[in-house]
């Protein structure tokens, strides 16, 4: 949920700053407490599960791709004061959910059991996807925004859509073997 919400502020981070207009700032104020309210959330089960021998570096990688938002406050600060670059709020908002990311795709190869894997790993394909789907949802935003949609933004639309068709033939893969599995036992 922190990712969705990450992905939510990031999008709306840039809209802001982009066009100015006023109705984004509400909706962004309202982003940031989501965030705000996932990240507390987070930090919570990382506390009741502290010292649990199972699960302990993906908690610990929990535990450090939280903490590189430690400095959330300020960098919003900075995006209210335009401060900083549509690039620098893009990347800020979109390295913690790489690795959130990254974190879940390493589950897939950390379980004994098969199926739970292949579960994880659906899993992972789903949230890819997800991210992707934001970023789309942003250029689109965008263009929008500008009234405009530039060759470069079509071509980036284009390749993101290459990806959500093989991140769904993997994710089609991924069910499609859990699904001859269930229906053999």
Known sequence: RLIGRLQRERGL??????????QYRTQLVIAREETDAMRGELSALLR???GHSAGEDFLENLGRIKNTLEDLSQFRRRIDTNSVNLDQIYSYYTLPIQRFNNVLGALSSDTYYNSIGRE????????????????????????????????????????????????LIGLQSQTGLMRQMNLAT
């Open 48 to 50: 009741e599960h502290k």
């Open 120 to 167: 994880l790993n659906a899993y992972f394909i789903l949230n890819r996807f997800r991210e992707l789907l934001g970023q789309e949802r942003l250029a689109i935003a965008r263009a929008l925004v500008k009234q405009e949609l530039p060759d470069s933004d079509y071509e980036q639309l284009v390749y993101m859509a290459g990806q959500q068709h093989t991140l």
């Open 13 to 22: 981070s840039i809209i802001t700053v982009e066009s100015g207009l006023p």
